[in-house]
């Protein structure tokens, strides 16, 4: 008969592999527990692995869009306001506009009036939400409005005085501008002037935006574009509603042709309101467009993180059950394997 023996070393070395085993399962099931899912999709699932992997990428995909959408809706909140600032500037404006034709305002209140619509158009449209430009177009990093009033003299403002001295043969300030009549100024502020604004100077002179907006993708097969430009009517309008009341308000001309000024002034404030009401509204639009895109993804996000859960999904309970029940074994674990260590020939012969 043969006897077998089991030294102490043999099962100090039998529970250290042991506890190794348990220590690597302990690392996956906590990894379970916290996450929800399992800790080797590809040990897991097997050869449905790549479909877990599309399904992930593509979530990963439609939440990237459904986050840039909350940015450009931000951004296209940010516009609305800044266009109801405009508008409201424009209504003040209007209204002293309206005392000027009547003749019932001073000259310099009026003149007042047209520096500080500049003033607030100039800083609104230069106004940027998180650090871009919100006028400028694709042209972010840029102030896309120039001032009319600076020192030295501003591009635009050079522009207008070199028109009206080429239109009239003399300038604003000149005596002879108080012979200028009603008709004759609107004759300039329809032709040369309104082609500072209107027409190709104010891209040279004035705007730095680009007519081409941010184009958005919203969804997986729609595009918007998602930002308002300096160069829209609107802004243009008044612009040059402020620009020619700041300028020829405080020129030598008559009364009667002051007047024609205010009325050509009204018109174009009048417009620009309409002009802004419309680019507000399709601004609406387009924010209403985005946040039904990213319903309809965040919907699609939740479907197919459904299918990702039942495929990788584990119960959170039953993995922190089997975590404490590892945790309990390993500790049990290193106590015995203390007090076998602590097991000798020569403590047991004393």
Partial sequence: MKVSYVSSQAISQALRHSLLRMQ?????????????????????????????????????????????????????????????????????????LTAAVSGDSNPATTRQAGVVMGEALT?????????????????????????????????AKTAFDAAFLAHFGFGQNDPAAAGIDGPAIKAFLDGPAAAEFLGAGWET????????????????????ETSVSANVD???????????????????????????????????????????????????????????????????????????NDMEGVDPYEAATRVNALITQIETSYALTARIQQLSLTRLLS
């Fill in 24 to 96: 690597s399962d302990l690392v996956s099931g906590q990894k379970e527990a916290q996450s929800g899912k399992v800790a080797d999709v590809g040990l897991a699932l097997g050869i449905r692995t790549g479909q877990a992997v599309s399904l992930a990428r593509d979530v990963g995909r439609l939440q990237t869009i459904v986050d840039s959408n909350t940015l450009v809706s931000s951004r296209l909140a940010a516009t609305q306001d800044s266009l109801s600032r405009v508008s409201e500037a424009g209504s003040t404006f209007l209204s002293a």
């Fill in 205 to 224: 002179n004035w705007s730095s935006a680009t007519d081409q907006g941010i184009s958005t993708r919203i969804s997986l097969n729609e595009t918007v």
């Fill in 123 to 155: 800083g609104i449209v230069n106004s940027s939400f998180n650090g871009e430009h919100l006028f400028a177009g694709v042209n972010t990093d840029v102030r896309p409005l120039a001032a009319y009033r600076a020192d030295p003299p501003s591009a």
């Fill in 234 to 308: 609107g802004i243009r309008k008044l612009a040059m509603a402020a620009a020619i009341v700041d300028d020829l308000y405080s020129s030598t001309m008559n009364e009667g042709a002051l007047v024609a000024v205010a009325e050509t002034a009204t018109r174009l404030v009048t417009e620009a309101m309409g002009d802004i009401a419309q680019v507000q509204a399709a601004a609406g639009f387009t924010e209403q467009r985005i946040k039904n895109a990213s319903e309809r993804i965040s919907m699609q996000v939740d479907i197919f993180n459904g299918f990702l």
